[in-house]
């Protein structure tokens, strides 16, 4: 639906996904199995493509994702400073700040990340009152845009204790000073993080 964006790419390792794309007429790859994440399968694909100059990582476990929010990732990459955005969403419950499969984001004053975690930040233990309403408190959206160039060295770096420790990918980034700017969207759709996750998007489709 969205108008700027001129290809849409469905990048697997599986052929059963590649065959199912097929069968209803979608632009696929099959892709190398060993890749360690879906950036750098994101990356095996962006080298085909030289004539692009932003990628956007849709990942599988985002069906319902609108279109208005990748134009609003899009958006940023007017600003030449922006290397990769991803967004994040005010709407967050007490269950979310608890819940590890929830990514919170900490921002400094230009909406660059300073931090992700699986973990409540920032920490609430020495606050009084209602954690919520103390701190404007972040979820992340799983949804990344890279400048065609930034994602092919990211493939490069090396992984880091921190990645590991909170397997979230986006911390290596960070460390290797690679800012991440944060795109706030109100737009709200449920992601998969967990098997209970589905029925939430079964009823919304």
């Known amino acids: 639906m969205s108008e700027m964006i001129t290809d849409v ?3 697997t390792d599986d052929q059963r996904i590649v065959d199912e794309a097929l069968r209803f007429g979608g632009n696929v790859v099959l892709t190398d199995p060993n890749h360690p994440s879906g ?15 932003v990628i956007i990582n849709i990942q599988g476990d985002e069906p319902l994702v609108d279109y208005r929010q990748l134009e609003q990732l899009i958006h940023v990459f007017k600003n030449s400073d922006v290397q990769i955005a991803t967004l994040g969403n005010r709407s967050i419950s007490m269950e979310d700040l608890q819940n590890p499969n929830r990514i ?24 009084k009152g ?3 309403t103390n701190y404007p408190y972040l979820r992340h959206i799983g949804l990344y845009a890279y400048r065609a160039a930034v994602l092919q060295e990211l ?3 090396q992984q880091t204790a921190l ?27 449920p992601n998969i993080d ?12």
């Not at 420790?165 to 690679?178: D, F, P």
């Not at 098997?195 to 939430?200: A, H, R, S, W």
């Open 9 to 11: 790419i469905i990048a």
């Open 163 to 189: 990645e590991r420790i909170e397997s979230l990918e986006q911390l290596r980034w960070l460390y290797n000073g690679y800012p991440v700017t944060i795109v706030e969207s109100e737009i709200e759709t």
């Open 130 to 132: 209602e954690p919520l």
């Open 155 to 157: 493939t490069k770096l």
């Open 104 to 127: 919170k984001i900490v921002l400094d004053k230009n909406h660059n990340a300073l931090y992700f975690s699986r973990s409540a930040i920032p920490n609430f233990h020495h606050s």
């Open 194 to 205: 967990v098997p209970e996750d589905v029925e939430k998007v079964l009823a919304q489709l």
């Open 39 to 53: 950036t750098d399968r994101c990356a095996e694909v962006a080298l085909q493509h030289p004539e692009m100059d």
